[in-house]
């Protein structure tokens, strides 16, 4: 039998989802309620971006609950999405803020990794509004951001702890729309030089969907041991810290004449 693929997103993606073969999670709870003699087509369910975990969880074991009904949908791409681990080496507590999956080394090229893009609408970018049909380029601008920090910290320092990202430039360029179906995010290593004391690393980090460019990063960072950094930022945020008063003296001094 030959199913019909539906995309199912997050429910703050609903515009995204009028008119289109495309369920939002809550409209795919709903589904699973339905008995067979309505859906008379077996349905496969895609995932795209915005389901979060969490509610994806609770209509799998909906549909499991309910299997009297005999509804026709194979849900085996949210079930995998559900069990599988997202990336856990980008810096982030909360993992609905992690934006993307493992990272994998490509066989042709030992400098470059690809990884899925995986967004939760509970992300703490989307925690306002959506606009449109499209993602939001923050959100891209941030998967970008993990991707290199996450592959660093675990192809180049092997996950070693103590480790402290500074962002020297990054330059971001917006090719095309992408929509939350699934995407992949490729990082590229173009130059290293690595020390005892610090790395410093120029890359390029590129988010594309069904092979169109999107997004394109290059970027500029260079990472040190914590300790390092700890005492210079130290120094830094003291003489911050000392200019800002002494600039709220003048300005009070100045009104107080006036």
Same mark, same amino acid.
């Given at each position: ?8 997103? %997050? $429910?703050? @993606?609903?515009? =995204? ?12 709870? +709903? ?18 971006? /915005? ?5 994806? &969880?609770?209509?799998? #074991? ?7 009904? /005999? ?11 559900? #069990?599988?681990?997202?990336?856990? !080496? ?14 994998? *080394? ?21 925690? $306002?509004? *959506?606009? /449109?049909?499209?993602?939001? %380029?923050?959100? +891209? ?6 991707? =290199? ?12 702890? %103590? ?15 992408? @929509? ?6 490729? @990082? ?7 020390? $005892?004391?610090?790395?410093? =690393?120029? &890359?390029?980090?590129?988010?594309? *969907? ?7 990063? $290059?970027?500029? @960072?260079?990472?040190?041991?914590? %300790? +390092? ?6 120094? +830094? ?10 600039? *709220?003296?003048v300005t009070a001094h100045g009104v107080t !004449?006036?």
């Amino acid at each position: 039998m030959n199913s019909k693929k539906l995309v199912v997103v %997050g $429910d703050k @993606f609903n515009e =995204f989802a009028n008119g289109k073969d495309v369920l939002t999670i809550s409209q795919l709870e +709903l589904m699973t309620q339905i008995p067979a003699n309505i859906i008379d087509k077996e349905h496969e369910i895609i995932v795209g971006q /915005g389901v979060r975990k969490d509610f994806a &969880a609770k209509v799998i #074991s909906n549909q499991s609950r309910n299997s009297i009904h /005999g509804n026709k949908l194979k849900m085996c791409s949210l079930e995998k999405m559900v #069990s599988d681990k997202k990336n856990a !080496h980008c810096h982030k507590r909360l993992e609905q803020n992690v934006l993307i999956g493992p990272a994998e *080394q490509t066989e042709h090229n030992n400098n470059l990794y690809a990884m899925p893009l995986l967004i939760d609408e509970r992300c703490e970018l989307m925690a $306002d509004h *959506q606009t /449109g049909q499209h993602i939001q %380029g923050m959100l +891209l601008v941030e998967a970008s951001r993990q991707a =290199f920090i996450s592959v660093t910290e675990e192809f180049i320092y092997k996950q070693e702890t %103590g480790r402290y990202y500074v962002i020297n430039s990054m330059a971001i360029t917006f090719a095309s729309f992408l @929509f939350p179906l699934p995407a992949m995010v490729h @990082f590229e290593f173009l130059e290293k030089d690595i020390n $005892d004391r610090r790395g410093r =690393f120029k &890359a390029q980090v590129r988010v594309t *969907q069904h092979q169109t460019l999107c997004t394109t990063m $290059d970027v500029l @960072f260079t990472v040190y041991l914590s %300790g +390092l950094i700890s005492e210079k930022e130290k120094s +830094l945020a003291d003489a911050a810290m000392k200019a800002a008063i002494l600039e *709220q003296q003048v300005t009070a001094h100045g009104v107080t !004449h006036a």
